[in-house]
């Protein structure tokens, strides 16, 4: 059974980092497309980030520049390293993969392109 497990998330000052993991059991890093997504209650899950199976990145225009998405084929692991964090960071951040890749195959920034699901690691950023 696949499930990815997400950590990493905490509270920080705006302008601080912090480092998410998702770790996957019975799956591949190296397989298809994986993404981060983010949550508001109320509102929509937003992807913020995804990486193809050749390493290519994708980023979501309010994070460019701020999120790096990685893997470490060796450890299993998708990271999303934050720097520079916003209030409006604050939400729930899912990690998300499915077997085709990003670009392409899926519309990466949809929830329904994704067929594998963590539960959260929450996320807050104070003014």
């Known amino acids: 059974q696949v499930q990815p497990v997400e950590s990493g998330g905490g509270s920080v000052q705006a302008g601080g980092s912090l480092r998410l993991s998702c770790q996957i059991f019975g799956y591949s890093v190296n397989m298809g497309c994986m993404a981060w997504f983010r949550q508001l209650p109320g509102n929509e899950r937003e992807g913020v980030a995804a990486i193809d199976s050749d390493g290519t990145t994708f980023y979501v225009d309010s994070v460019k520049g701020r999120f790096t998405i990685s893997k470490d084929s060796g450890e299993n692991h998708l990271y999303l390293q934050m720097d520079n964090l916003q209030p409006e960071d604050t939400a729930m951040y899912y990690c998300?993969?499915?077997?085709?890749?990003?670009?392409?195959?899926?519309?990466?920034?949809?929830?329904?392109?994704?067929?594998?699901w963590g539960r959260g690691t929450q996320v807050t950023v104070a003014t």
């Open positions: 998300a993969a499915d077997h085709r890749e990003c670009f392409p195959g899926i519309l990466w920034r949809v929830v329904g392109s994704f067929v594998f």
